[in-house]
């Protein structure tokens, strides 16, 4: 079951429920008649194939998939914002949001053009502003549509793990765990811990995206990717993260095999070369420029940025460039000698690794477990 398949109205009835500790008390705080509540309760148990109450002579009694369930309904209903919304609305509007026209939202919600057109439109009455509004040929969100895409998103998320939590309860261990995964993860770490929790879980799948943290930090904070692996940035970074360590990497300067600095070089011989260094802005190309402003003199040119170690490793292979990464990210060109450790980056020169999640982020049990084979293969492989 998806989670924007659920009757929004129903999760709210549910949830206050359990809040409550009544039925008449709970269709009160939800503007619903009792037998709505009830018939709403037993439309929810049919979907997810597992009672949420004990019918009891004195009243229902949560069972432990409602406790699990309503506090991650009360995130969700508070990141929507309306009792009024439908999730017929929200599966439209969101995506609206994601493909950017009205045509191309149609077709990956399945639905026809007018009737998307519809459900953004009673959205936007539901909340009370213009969601989205046409800029030259094309389509634009407004700022609270692009704030409103984002909660709803966020309360998609948290209703998955719901979804999850309930699964876990029935003896299902199945589920879903992406990764988002920065340049230095992908080489060692990442795949390890995957293998780790695989062999424990082998029914969850794991979905890796890979990118910079640019690129992966809109989708973590969107809910879209459940936790991010590579170097930390600085804590201004944002409030709304967390940033969990694991272990400090030192870079090694990398040429090709049979580079003229591979017999060893003095802090002029590395403002001779030219580097293949990652943008501004990047951890690594920080801690460049920090180690070469210690070594004083002019900053070397830099006339290739790329992040990309494929690339970086074919760009070395062609001429006398220079680059500053990790040992794990060309550990097989290194063992085969087809590029060449030119020497470890003089001075303190280190950036920290680990784990960024949502600050507000509750884990279910398996992306726990997730978390704990990454911490548990950081120290087999870094100690």
Known sequence: MSPDQFNIRHLAAMAAVVQQGSVSLGARAVNLTQPAVTQGIAKLE????LPLFERQPGGMAPTDAALALAPRVDVALRLIGSSRVTATQIRAFVALARAGSYPAAAA????TEPSLHRAVGDLGLAMGYRLAERRGRGLALTRQGALLARRLRLALAELRSGLEDIADIR????GRIVVGAMPLSRARLLPAAIARFRADFPQVDISVHEGSHAELVGPLRDGEVD???GALRDPSVGQDLTQTPLFEDRPIIIGRAGHP????WTPDDLRR???ILPPEGAPLRQLWRRMLEALGGELPAVPIECGSVMTIRQLLLG?????????????LELDVGIVANIGSAPGSVSRTIGITT?????PTRLQGRFLDAMETEAGKIYS
């Open 171 to 174: 003896g299902q261990e199945s």
């Open 46 to 49: 049919a979907q997810l194939g």
């Open 261 to 264: 600095l591979a017999g060893g």
């Open 273 to 275: 070369f030219p580097w």
């Open 319 to 331: 001429g006398d460039y220079l680059t500053l990464l990790s040992v794990d990210q060309l550990a």
């Open 358 to 362: 949502r600050t507000d982020w509750r």
């Open 108 to 111: 990956e919600a399945g639905v």
């Open 227 to 229: 936790m991010m692996i």
